[in-house]
C-alpha cells in the first residue's frame, strides 16, 4: 500500500473493509476491537494517523512505538486469544511528510474463530458496515460450529429413524443411481442396506443404536419430520419479474404437500426444472446422467450455484435457503457465511463446505462433482456467455451469490450486431488481431478497421503494439467495469485448476 491508496481510502471514507483511527500518540485500544472484528469477518485495513471524523491526516508521532504496543497487546492472551497478525502485516506509509501505521488484516480461517478479547467469548466483535458490534448467541454458535472439523450435517439423530424418511423420494433416488450405476452391487441391497452405504443410516457406536445422520434427513427426510427438528428449515424458491420490496411474484415454490416433501432432493429437481424453463438455451438436458452430457454451460451454472447454495448453507441457523428468479439474474441466498475467503471461492480447488455427507449424497448420482469445482464451471459460462461479474454479499450469518442472466455487452454502447461480435470475441479470448476478426465475422480489412477504430473512439477497446501487429483488447477499466478486471485473472487460475 502507498500514499496514493491511503488517499484513495480517505476519499471512499470507512467502510466494511476500512477504518481510521487518528492514533496520534498510542495505539488505541478501541482499534484491538476492529482487529477482532476484520479477522471473525471479511478481514480489512485499519490506517491509524487518520482523523475518522475529519477524514484528514493526522499522521501518528512515533511509529515504532505504536508498533511495538501493536504487538504487545496481539501477544498478550490477556487482551486477544490469537494473535491474527504478523509483521509484514503491520507498516508505515509515509503520507505527504506524515506517518500511517497500516494493519492489514486477514479473516481467519474458520477452524481458528472466534477470535475474543479479554479472555471473554461474549467480547467477540465483528465488522458490520462502518462499525464494530458484538457477536450475538446465534452467531458465536455458528462460528464454534464452524470451528470443528466434523461436517455439520455428520450428526446422528438418535431419535429419527426410517420410518422420518419419504419413501417416494429414496425409491428416485435409487431409481436414478441405477440409471446411473446399472451394474452396481448396491441396487441389490436392501433400503436399509443401502442408505447406510451412503451415510444417511448410522450405528451409534456408543449405545449401538440406528439413526439418521442429519444429512439423511435433510436429503430424504418427511417435512414433519424435518421441522420437528430444526424448526426454522425453510427452502423457497420464487420467481419474480420486478426487484421491489412488496412486488407480487410470478411462480412460489414453498412447502405445501403438492410438489412432495420439501427435502432437499426435491428442493433441488423441482427448483432447478422451473429456473431451466426460464433459460434461453436451446440445448437438451440429459436427465439420466443429470446434466453431464449438457452442453449448456449456463445450465451447469445454475445447477453448481444451487448446489452451492445447499452444500454451504448452515442448517441450524435461522436462515435457511431462498433462491429468486429476475428476469435478469437468479439470486441464490443460505444462512451461513463462506468459511473460505472470496479469492479461493473462485479460484476453486479447496471449497470447504459445512455439509460433507449432502455433497456425496448428490455426487454419487452425478448431481454436484467433487468439492472446488463448482465455481471454476460457473466462470466458464461467465465467459462463453459473456455475462456481467457475478455480485456476492458475504456475511458471517449468510451468503448471496448473483448469477446475471444477461451479457456485459448490454452496457456498452454498441451501435449494431458486428460491433457487439467483435467486442464478444475479444471479451472471450483477452485479445485478438485485426486479421482474426476479419476470418471470424468474415469481413472485409475495411469494415473491421472501421469497426474496430469506432470502439476505440467509444473507449470500449484498447490497443497494444507488439511487434508489428496491433493487438485489440476490452477496456476493462471503464468506470462502471471495477469487476471485470479480475476475470481473466480468475480464467487463469481455473486453467491452472484443470491442469492439476
Known amino acids: 500500500m502507498n500514499g496514493e491508496d491511503i488517499h484513495r481510502y480517505i476519499k471512499t471514507g470507512e467502510s466494511q473493509y476500512v477504518e481510521f483511527k487518528r492514533a496520534e500518540h498510542k495505539f488505541p485500544k478501541s482499534a484491538l476491537e476492529t482487529i477482532c472484528a476484520f479477522s471473525n469477518s471479511n478481514g480489512g485495513v485499519l490506517l491509524l494517523g487518520i482523523d475518522e471524523d475529519k477524514g484528514e491526516i493526522a499522521g501518528v508521532t512515533d511509529s515504532k512505538k505504536i508498533i511495538s504496543e501493536v504487538f504487545n497487546h496481539m501477544n498478550n492472551t490477556n487482551e486477544i486469544n490469537r494473535n491474527v497478525l504478523s509483521l509484514e502485516d503491520v507498516y508505515v506509509v509515509d503520507v505527504e511528510g506524515k506517518e500511517v501505521v497500516v494493519i492489514e488484516v ?24 462502518e462499525g464494530d458490534y458484538l457477536a450475538d448467541e446465534d452467531i458465536l454458535q455458528m462460528m464454534y460450529r464452524d470451528a470443528s472439523r466434523e461436517s455439520a450435517d455428520s450428526k446422528l ?13 429414496i425409491r428416485e433416488y435409487r431409481g436414478l443411481w441405477k440409471k446411473i450405476h446399472p451394474f452396481h452391487p448396491f441396487n441389490n ?15 451409534n457406536r456408543k449405545s449401538n443404536k440406528e439413526c ?16 420437528e427438528y430444526l424448526p426454522h428449515y425453510n427452502v423457497e424458491y420464487i420467481r419474480k419479474s420486478i426487484e421491489s420490496l412488496g412486488s407480487s ?7 405445501d404437500g403438492t410438489w412432495g416433501e420439501d ?41 453448481e450455484a444451487l448446489v452451492n447454495s445447499i452444500i454451504h448453507c448452515d442448517f441450524l441457523s435461522p436462515k435457511g435457503i431462498q433462491v429468486i428468479r429476475y428476469s435478469d439474474k437468479i ?54 456467455y459473456t455475462l456481467r461479474f457475478p455480485d456476492i454479499t458475504q456475511e458471517i450469518d449468510y451468503f448471496r451469490f448473483i448469477l446475471w442472466d444477461m451479457s456485459i455487452l448490454e452496457y456498452l454502447e454498441v451501435s449494431n450486431d458486428t460491433e457487439r461480435k467483435i467486442v464478444e470475441y475479444i471479451i472471450k479470448n483477452k485479445w485478438c488481431l485485426r486479421l482474426e476478426i476479419e476470418k471470424e465475422l468474415d469481413i472485409a480489412k475495411s469494415t473491421a478497421i472501421k469497426y474496430l477504430n ?21 477496456n476493462d477499466q471503464r468506470e462502471g467495469f471495477e469487476k471485470y478486471h479480475i476475470i481473466n485473472h480468475m480464467y487463469s487460475l481455473i486453467e491452472e485448476f484443470k491442469r492439476q
Open 249 to 255: 411474484y410470478d411462480d412460489r415454490l414453498i412447502y
Open 106 to 129: 486477514d479473516a481467519v480461517k474458520f477452524t481458528n474463530k472466534p477470535i475474543y478479547l479479554k479472555n471473554n467469548p461474549a467480547k467477540t466483535y465483528i465488522r458490520q458496515g
Open 157 to 169: 439423530l438418535e431419535d429419527y429413524t426410517l420410518e422420518d424418511l419419504d419413501d417416494n423420494t
Open 263 to 303: 427435502n432437499l432432493y426435491n428442493f433441488f429437481f423441482n427448483t432447478f426444472n422451473k429456473i431451466i424453463l426460464t433459460i434461453n438455451d436451446s440445448s437438451k438436458i440429459s436427465t439420466d446422467s443429470l446434466l453431464r452430457t449438457s452442453t449448456s454451460k449456463m445450465k451447469i451454472a445454475i445447477r
Open 212 to 227: 439418521l445422520t442429519l444429512a439423511g434427513l435433510l436429503v430424504f427426510g418427511k417435512h414433519e419430520s424435518i421441522k
Open 331 to 384: 439470486v441464490f441466498e443460505n444462512g451461513g457465511g463462506l468459511r473460505i475467503s472470496i479469492q479461493d471461492f473462485f479460484a476453486g480447488g479447496c471449497s470447504e463446505p459445512r455439509n460433507y455427507y449432502i455433497q456425496e449424497i448428490f455426487r454419487l448420482v452425478n448431481i454436484c462433482e467433487k468439492a472446488g469445482t463448482g465455481i471454476p464451471k460457473i466462470m466458464e459460462a461467465v465467459k462463453e
Open 454 to 474: 469506432k470502439l476505440i473512439e467509444k473507449n470500449i477497446l484498447l490497443t497494444k503494439r507488439n511487434g508489428r501487429h496491433m493487438l485489440y483488447m476490452f
Open 189 to 203: 441391497l436392501e433400503t436399509k442396506e443401502f442408505l447406510k452405504k451412503i451415510n444417511v443410516l448410522k450405528t
